[in-house]
């Protein structure tokens, strides 16, 4: 916790904002409980990743969560059939649970993808229209997928997995990436960028990944990120 308080700290003082993303109850009920009144630059959203695909059986707590916080998206939630594809049915469910309550509170939706993007994109097509804006958190894909959900006029999350070497595939894909739909992320405490790789990651961090970014593409995408990020949690 001390460590957080002083990440959170150095943030604010750099003018770093940031979102604490929920990925099980007991994370999202600790930080609707512990950060929502926490005077700092950042915002949270609420969710259950798909690795908990069992908490389905528990939805109603994460209902009675979204009914009175002051969260700005639903998620992280989503498809990983990467560590397990015995549960898909379960964790389809569980997915289109929260994506009908993104829809009952007006959220956008923060998404886990690893493995499964055929069923996302089936799904989707189903939710799309109903859904106040979409984000594919930690995006890692060819650009033929940014095509495919360019048709529901979702974001792409652009983490360190950007400045790895053998991340051609994903440097191509962000070529050619709309800018008015990328953002950016760390996944903190994974994902470190280079060349930190090799230290625990941190908000602090985004300051590498934007200046890569901004290399990569040749242009000062800073303010079109930080714009596109109050766009897509509904801040401005």
Not at 154 to 181: P, Q, V
């Amino acid at each position: 916790m001390e460590d957080s308080k002083m990440i959170m700290e150095k943030c604010e003082s750099l003018n770093i904002n940031y979102c604490i993303v929920g990925t099980d109850l007991e994370t999202s009920s600790k930080i609707n409980k512990d950060y929502s009144s926490y005077s700092s630059s950042f915002i949270y959203s609420l969710g259950i990743h798909p690795e908990y695909a069992d908490e389905v059986d528990r939805i109603e707590e994460l209902d009675k969560m979204l009914e009175s916080s002051s969260c700005k998206a639903v998620g992280e939630c989503g498809l990983d059939y990467f560590f397990n594809k015995e549960n898909k049915e379960k964790q389809k469910k569980l997915f289109i649970t929260q994506i009908k309550l993104a829809i009952k509170y007006k959220l956008p939706l923060i998404i886990h993808c690893r493995d499964a993007y055929e069923d996302l994109y089936e799904i989707l097509k189903t939710y799309h229209t109903k859904l106040s804006n979409i984000l594919i958190h930690c995006f890692d894909t060819t650009f033929d997928w940014v095509e495919k959900f360019d048709e529901f006029d979702c974001y792409y999350a652009i983490g360190g997995k950007i400045t790895y070497k053998k991340c051609d595939y994903l440097r191509e894909s962000l070529k050619k990436m709309k800018h008015n739909r990328i953002l950016t992320e760390t996944d903190s405490p994974w994902l470190s960028p280079e060349p930190l790789r090799k230290e625990k990651n941190t908000p602090l961090n985004i300051i590498c990944i934007v200046k890569f970014i901004n290399e990569l593409l040749g242009a000062d995408l800073t303010e079109k990120i930080y714009e596109n990020t109050l766009n897509f949690f509904n801040l401005k």
